[in-house]
Each structure stands twice: as structure tokens, then as C-alpha cells.
């Protein structure tokens, strides 16, 4: 229930982070001025919009990377994976029904003399 929550929050973080960074404005006008970066300078003045998107983005930034380390903890109840203290090959040895595969002989290969290729020579004339 809880991991659900956290990718919940940390999916919703990563949606506004994306459009938080598509909002701000950069020195070419790019996406920022296409989806209405011009308007947000408008409303908050020249350089008040751009100190928003930057304190916005540092805190989405701070909670993106909080939450990645928070989940990677956090125990995910849909794993399927066994963590035994035991090593694989200890686990194994009693185990007879595993089969080992028929050794395999093999033979060396031959030496093939690969036919030289002769180059034309070039004619000293220029022709």
C-alpha cells in the first residue's frame, strides 16, 4: 500500500518536473515561449517569473531525488526475488534432480590455405 503511494507521488513529481522545465523560458525562446512563458513574465515582472521556476524546480528536483532513494529502500511487495544467506551452489548440492549436460569432445580445426589474391600491377606508361 505504501510503495503504491510513494510511485504514485514520485510519478506525479516527474510530471510536474518535466513541465516546469518546458515552462522555463531559455536564451533562444525555445519551448518556454510556445506554451506560454510569456505570460507568466507578464504576470510576475521580467525576472520574478524566472526565480519562481527556479525555486520550483530546485524543490521538485530535492523531492524527485528524495523519493528515487526513498523507493529503492523500500521493500516492493510484487518481487519475486528469494534473498536466502545461503550461497547458490550450497542450495544445489542436495538437489539431485539437477542434471549435468554430457561432456562435449572437441575436435581442432583444420588449417584451409586461403587462395592469394594477385593485384594486377599498374603499367608504368599512365595508361
Known amino acids: 500500500m505504501l510503495y503504491g503511494v510513494a510511485i504514485f507521488i514520485f510519478v506525479l513529481v516527474c510530471i510536474m518536473l518535466m513541465a516546469i522545465i518546458l515552462l522555463q523560458s531559455s536564451k533562444t525562446g525555445g519551448m518556454g515561449t510556445a506554451m506560454g512563458g510569456q505570460a507568466i513574465n507578464t504576470a510576475f515582472g521580467g525576472?520574478?517569473?524566472?526565480?519562481?521556476?527556479?525555486?520550483?524546480?530546485?524543490?521538485?528536483?530535492?523531492?524527485f531525488m528524495s523519493l528515487a532513494i526513498i523507493i529503492g529502500m523500500m521493500d516492493n511487495p510484487s518481487s519475486r526475488i528469494?534473498?536466502?544467506?545461503?550461497?547458490?551452489?550450497?542450495?544445489?548440492?542436495?538437489?539431485?534432480?539437477?542434471?549435468?549436460?554430457?561432456?562435449?569432445?572437441?575436435?581442432?580445426?583444420e588449417e584451409q590455405v586461403s587462395p592469394v589474391l594477385s593485384v594486377?600491377?599498374?603499367?608504368?606508361?599512365g595508361e
Do not use: M
Not at 525576472?47 to 523531492?63: E, F, P, Q, R, W
Open 47 to 63: 525576472y520574478g517569473a524566472d526565480k519562481l521556476l527556479v525555486k520550483i524546480t530546485s524543490g521538485l528536483a530535492v523531492a
Open 82 to 109: 528469494e534473498f536466502s544467506k545461503d550461497s547458490t551452489l550450497s542450495r544445489n548440492k542436495g538437489n539431485s534432480a539437477v542434471e549435468t549436460a554430457p561432456a562435449v569432445d572437441l575436435l581442432p580445426i
Open 120 to 125: 594486377p600491377a599498374e603499367s608504368k606508361d
